[in-house]
Nanobody, 123 residues
Framework: QVQLVESGGGLVQAGGSLRLSCTAS????????IGWFRQAPGKEREGVAS????????YYTDSVKGRFTISGNNAKTTVYLQMNNLKPVDTGVYYC????????????????WGQGTQVTVSS
């Protein structure tokens, strides 16, 4: 059984930084994307950033490029999301996720979810 355990998150002022971490266990396939989705109140869950296990290829949604950085261990079983220059629009529940496909464009392609961690950015 695949499990994703997240940590990090919290309350920060605009312009501040936070780091999220996620550790995956129980994986049986070597090829996957692991990363983060987020969901703001009243909005759909959106893909924020991910990294591919095979070659470390990364994906970022446009709104976080230059501010967020995803990284991980060599096996890509633990990943980190460093979030700098946070803005109030970054507020939401951040979910660690794994997809066995190569798309991060929709939550429907996600195969496993973490429990979520709240990120709140005050203005």
């Amino acid at each position: 059984q695949v499990q994703l355990v997240e940590s990090g998150g919290g309350l920060v002022q605009a312009g501040g930084s936070l780091r999220l971490s996620c550790t995956a266990s129980g994986l049986r396939l070597d090829y996957y994307r692991i990363g983060w989705f987020r969901q703001a109140p009243g909005k759909e869950r959106e893909g924020v950033a991910s990294v591919r296990s095979s070659d470390g290829s990364t994906y970022y949604t446009d709104s976080v490029k230059g501010r967020f950085t995803i990284s991980g261990n060599n096996a890509k079983t633990t990943v980190y999301l460093q979030m700098n220059n946070l803005k109030p629009v970054d507020t939401g529940v951040y979910y660690c996720a794994i997809s066995y496909g190569d798309s991060w464009s929709s939550a429907e392609y996600v195969d496993h979810w973490g429990q979520g961690t709240q990120v709140t950015v005050s203005s």
